[in-house]
């Protein structure tokens, strides 16, 4: 039976680290799983990144559950945002479930009838209103129907970003919505929207505190909360601070970076920090 590695970090509890899948390719997702034994999780991102949700999701998730019992626990973000999260959404939240992801998160949710929408659409009855067909969902983990049946609400980890000025607002009647298991802080498209610069590599000292009460906020209501983050040193520091959901890097943002540091030491140069990138 596989394990779910991000699950497994929140109950010890302990920061789950992770990486963000922005490149297509069910190797380059597999190449990413392999990486590392600190890794908990891996996002492959349909929103901005270049997989695509069908069938790209779906072919990156086999090839990274086909690793075995302990490979990463696969999140997708899915595309629909704003109020495609009312209800429209449903049908990728679904789809990526169906393929056998063990997580989603959904972007720009700003209501808390929103985040309502997206947990029924990922709980199967009398939890949510998810339907129940596909072959691979329980081949994935290596369960039978029954025994996928019977954990899924439980083994399914809800997450929705928080990234809008409106969702910041309501941010006390979206942390109580019951079956949502936490909330991602979004801090390029958090800044922009309070009129701040984006990160460069760390927020505005304004954004800052808001995303220290976001934190403080998801805790007090049970929640976890994950941060994006761009390298490892900034990472650990959000470890420190509490966060339970770390992005570490992505796999684009550390080709990149490797390939420049290498050519740069055959060289005979060293390189600075960007000043600004998304990974």
């Not at 990728?92 to 998160?105: E, P, S």
């Not at 550390?254 to 600075?272: M, Q, R, V, W, Y």
Request: one cysteine or more.
């Amino acid at each position: 039976m596989a394990t779910h590695r991000l699950l497994e970090a929140f109950r010890a509890p302990k920061p789950a680290f992770g990486a963000w899948i922005t490149l297509p390719g069910a190797l380059n997702a597999r190449t990413a799983a392999l990486a590392s034994p600190h890794l908990s999780w891996l996002l492959i991102d349909c929103e901005h990144g270049m997989t695509s949700l069908q069938p790209g999701a779906a072919e990156s998730i086999q090839a990274i559950s086909g690793l075995g019992s302990s490979a990463p626990s696969t999140i997708v973000r899915i595309p629909a945002t704003g109020a495609c999260a009312d209800g429209s959404a449903g049908w990728q939240i679904k789809y990526v479930l169906d393929a056998g992801a063990r997580g989603v998160l959904v972007p720009m949710v700003s209501t808390a009838a929103q985040a309502k929408s997206i947990v029924a659409a990922a709980r199967f009855p009398p939890k949510g209103i998810r339907g129940f067909g596909s072959p691979f969902t329980q081949s994935t983990g290596g369960l039978t129907a029954s025994e996928y049946l019977a954990s899924a609400n439980d083994g399914v980890v809800v997450l929705i970003q928080i990234e809008t000025v409106e969702t910041v607002q309501n941010l006390d009647k979206i942390l109580s919505v019951d079956g949502l298991d936490g909330v991602l802080i979004g801090p390029y498209d958090l800044s922009l929207a309070h009129n701040y610069p984006p990160p460069s590599p760390d927020p505005h000292p304004e954004v800052e505190v808001i995303i220290q009460e976001i934190l403080r906020k998801a805790h007090a209501k049970g929640k976890k909360c994950a941060m994006y983050c761009t390298s490892g040193a900034q990472s650990n520091r959000r470890a420190q601070q509490g966060f339970d959901m770390i992005n570490v890097t992505s796999d684009s943002g550390a080709l990149s970076k490797a390939l420049a540091e290498d050519l740069a030491a055959a060289a005979g140069e060293t390189i600075g920090q960007k000043d600004f990138g998304y990974n």
